[in-house]
């Protein structure tokens, strides 16, 4: 049994390995193809070759990195590397869910430390080369440092409330797991944009002028407040652009990058500006919350059902069933499923993204927002030609050409 079930997570690490590989080759050759005629003025020759540069580098070094992390997990899984580490955290404490948390903690720091040159090579070598990158090695670490005490407290706080209703009542662990993490997600999602971001980025209100009076024409006649609409700092890291719409019910608000200011027209802002609307007025973050919700629950009965198989604890070179062993086999094990609920996420992303472009388009701007994302595209050398498999499996957006086509 222990040696059947070995030879399923190792197949299935192998074949999502594999399937990525397949997806990240046939998109670059894709990536290669004549563009067709709607997306020929977006790029020079010159600035097209340093597209198809950019992108390759960054494909090479994506696939690099994979197959780094991929041999290091068929290394702890080949060599018991879980239940060594088992074994070592488990004379610190008798307390059980102390155990889970030093046996996490442990994995979560041991693998940060292991993906800072990484890091550090993409952010101050490949998007240094091609003059993306803002970050300085001060606010490198800093970031870091902050992301790790997020982590020790929001992690592991929710990490120590899934065990403790665990060890509460092994039968009805999955609704109680349930019931608390959708409601710790219902309240991160409202306080995200005042709890976390300001963590690391400035949010300022619009201010005064030209492109605020154009804004406020066009928010008050879809009844969207003005004070629900943010600039941040995102030049502190990147000169890339970017927009975006978050929140729930009082606590919604859109959040427009300095440099998309810097870019773009007031024009294009402003149509920008209406496909968030859009996604506001579609309900989209609601319904991606509750889109999740039956994945979620189906997820923590599947966990509670596998949490004390002895089985699975010893392909991962432990002896009998404990928390942490037992959720990283069955979250490989669960790989399949949870490829197919990023796949449906995704489809429905996308839908989100044309009824949010549609939006736009029905105020009139239509055309404003084709050539807003067109010099988004071009200011961050984005791949105008990605395959249409690796769209499908990927994208939370449609790709350039499909906005393009169904907005025009
Ligand atoms: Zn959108």
């Known amino acids: 049994m ?4 070995f030879i399923i997570i190792i197949s299935i690490l192998v074949i999502e390995f594999g399937f990525d590989r397949f997806l990240s080759v046939i998109n670059i050759k894709h990536s290669q193809k004549q563009l067709p005629e709607v997306l020929s003025g977006i790029y020079d020759k010159d600035k097209y070759a340093r597209q198809q540069d950019y992108f390759t580098t960054n494909a090479r070094f ?15 899984y080949s060599f018991g590397g879980f239940g060594w580490l088992d074994r070592m955290v488990q004379p610190w404490t008798d307390n059980s869910i102390l155990q889970s948390l030093y046996f996490f903690g442990i994995l979560f720091i041991i693998n940060d430390i292991i993906s ?9 070598v490949i998007e240094e080369k091609f003059e993306f990158n803002k970050v300085t090695p001060v606010l490198f670490f800093t970031d870091r440092l902050k992301s790790w005490g997020l982590g020790i407290i929001i992690g592991g706080g929710i990490l120590s409330l899934i065990m403790w209703l665990y060890s509460l009542t092994p039968t009805y662990f999955w609704l109680l797991a349930f019931g608390a993490t959708t409601t710790f997600s219902l309240i991160m999602s409202m306080f995200y944009s005042e709890l976390i971001v300001p963590l690391f980025n400035k949010q300022t209100p619009l201010p005064e002028g030209e492109l605020r009076n154009a804004i406020e024409k066009f928010a008050s006649g879809v009844d969207f407040k003005l004070k629900n609409i943010f600039v941040i700092d995102g030049s502190k890291r990147s000169t890339k652009a970017n927009a975006y719409f978050s929140g729930l019910g009082p606590k919604k608000r859109i959040v427009l990058y300095d440099t998309l200011m810097e870019q773009m027209t007031t024009e294009e802002i402003v149509a920008v500006l209406a496909h968030e609307i859009g996604h506001y007025k579609h309900k989209h973050v609601l319904k ?3 889109f999740s919700l039956p994945f979620s629950l189906l997820l923590f009965y599947l966990l509670g059902w596998m949490l004390n198989s002895d089985v699975l604890a010893q392909v991962l ?19 399949p499923i949870s490829t197919l609920l990023d796949l449906s996420g995704n489809i429905l992303s996308r839908k989100h993204e044309y009824q949010a472009d549609a939006f736009a388009k029905k105020y009139g701007y239509g055309t404003q927002l084709v050539s807003g994302l067109k010099k988004l595209s071009a200011k961050s050398l984005s791949n105008l030609m990605p395959h249409p498999l690796y769209v499908f499996f990927n994208y939370s957006h449609p790709t350039l050409y499909q906005r393009i086509t169904k907005i025009l």
Request: net charge negative.
């Open 2 to 5: 222990v040696a059947t079930l």
């Open 62 to 76: 994506g696939m690099l990195n994979g197959t780094f992390s991929f041999v290091l997990v068929l290394i702890m």
């Open 116 to 124: 800072i040159p990484f890091d550090w090579y993409h952010t101050f």
């Open 288 to 290: 991606n919350y509750v």
């Open 317 to 335: 070179g432990g002896e009998k069933a404990v928390f942490h062993l037992n959720a990283i086999a069955f979250f490989t094990l669960y790989t």
